[in-house]
Every structure is written in structure tokens, then in C-alpha cells.
């Protein structure tokens, strides 16, 4: 029997927000990208066999990236996302930086103060 992913996994569509910087015009945007969440179910389905067993023991909650490419808000010209990465395991999220972290740690590391006026 074929591995049937969707009697181990519930689905649920989400979106998700990216900054990605046109090829193009070269401008920096927010694009809303499209993701299903793969979340494991709570329990085996029924008639599953060991094999069956062994594979949901090893099974993680995932995130898989529907959009592969978006329309450019300034120039209207559509590129293609540039990450590789289509698939993310949702425990990868885990410790990750918020932009807001990130803007921080960015400006005390190019040495500029907040508070300057």
C-alpha cells in the first residue's frame, strides 16, 4: 500500500507574510505567500500495520510553501520567490529571531544607537 499522507496528517491553509526584494525595480516588499500546515494527527489511523507504526513514530509537523512566485507591487512584474527552501519543519521555528529582534540586533552590530535625535 502507497503511503497516504493525509491518514497521518491533518491540513489546515494558512499565509504567511515574506519580504522579498524584485529582480527587476530592486524595491524591497511584504507579499502574502500561501503554506499548508501538516500538523500529525493524535493517533494512528485505523488498520495500520507496524510498519505503518514505525513511520507515524518518526513524523514532524510540517509547513509546505503552496506560491512560487509573486507580483511585484511596484513595477507589476512577477519573479519567482528566491528561497529554496519550499518545506520548513514547524519545531525549525523554534528559537528563530521576530523581525523586530532582528532589526535590533542589526542596527547594535552596525553600531547605530536608537536614541539617536
Same mark, same amino acid.
Not at 530592486?26 to 500495520?49: C, E, F
Not at 510498519?51 to 519567482?80: P, Q
Not at 528559537?95 to 552596525?110: H, K, M, T
Given at each position: ?48 500495520? /507496524? +510498519? &505503518?507504526? #514505525?513511520?507515524? *513514530? ?44 532582528? /532589526? +535590533? &540586533?542589526? #542596527?547594535?552590530? *552596525? ?7
Amino acid at each position: 500500500m502507497a503511503f497516504d499522507e493525509r491518514a497521518f496528517f491533518n491540513e489546515k491553509s494558512e499565509t504567511r507574510q515574506g519580504r522579498y526584494q524584485c529582480p527587476k525595480c530592486r524595491r524591497s516588499n511584504d507579499y502574502p505567500i500561501r503554506w499548508v500546515r501538516r500538523s500529525k494527527k493524535d493517533r494512528l489511523p485505523p488498520g495500520a500495520d /507496524e +510498519r &505503518d507504526r #514505525a513511520r507515524f *513514530a518518526k513524523l514532524h509537523d510540517y509547513l509546505l510553501r503552496l506560491d512560487d512566485e509573486v507580483t511585484c507591487r511596484t513595477c507589476g512584474k512577477k519573479f519567482e520567490i528566491p528561497s529554496q527552501q519550499s518545506m520548513i519543519f514547524t519545531d525549525q521555528f523554534a528559537g528563530l529571531p521576530n523581525d523586530e529582534e532582528l /532589526e +535590533r &540586533d542589526i #542596527a547594535a552590530a *552596525a553600531g547605530e544607537d536608537e536614541t539617536e535625535e
